[in-house]
Nanobody, 114 residues
Framework: QVQLVESGGGLVQPGGSLRLSCAAS???????MGWHRQAPGKERELVAE???????DYADSVKGRFTISRDNAKGTVYLQMNSLKPEDTAVYYC?????????WGQGTQVTVSS
C-alpha cells in the first residue's frame, strides 16, 4: 500500500515562510503530485500541483508566493510558501495521482498568525 508522508507544517507569523515536504513510499514514473488545503468551514481546494514532467498549476490566490517542485528520484514533492497570510491557514494535504487512482496524505496544519 502506497503511503504519503508529509512534514513541514507549523505556526508562522504573517509574511513568513514555510516549506512542506511529501514523500511517497513508492516511486511512480508518471504521476501528478500536489497539495490541496482545507480551512475550517471551507471546502478543500487545490493549492498547486506538478506533473512528473515538471508542468505546474497554481491556485490564483497563491501565484507569485508559493512554488511547487519535485524530486522524481526520491518520489518527493515540495511546497515553498512565502509571504504567508492569515488566510493561508489550513490543513494542507499532499496527494498523488498515478493515472488510475488518487492517494492522499494525512494532512499537516499550517497556521499563519501573529
Amino acid at each position: 500500500q502506497v503511503q504519503l508522508v508529509e512534514s513541514g507544517g507549523g505556526l508562522v507569523q504573517p509574511g513568513g515562510s514555510l516549506r512542506l515536504s511529501c514523500a511517497a513510499s513508492k516511486i511512480f514514473r508518471f504521476s501528478v503530485m500536489g497539495w490541496h488545503r482545507q480551512a475550517p468551514g471551507k471546502e478543500r481546494e487545490l493549492v498547486a500541483e506538478i506533473s512528473s514532467g515538471g508542468s505546474t498549476d497554481y491556485a490564483d490566490s497563491v501565484k507569485g508566493r508559493f512554488t511547487i517542485s519535485r524530486d522524481n528520484a526520491k518520489g518527493t514533492v515540495y511546497l515553498q510558501m512565502n509571504s504567508l497570510k492569515p488566510e493561508d491557514t489550513a490543513v494542507y494535504y499532499c496527494y498523488l495521482f498515478d493515472g488510475s487512482r488518487e492517494i492522499w496524505g494525512q494532512g499537516t496544519q499550517v497556521t499563519v498568525s501573529s
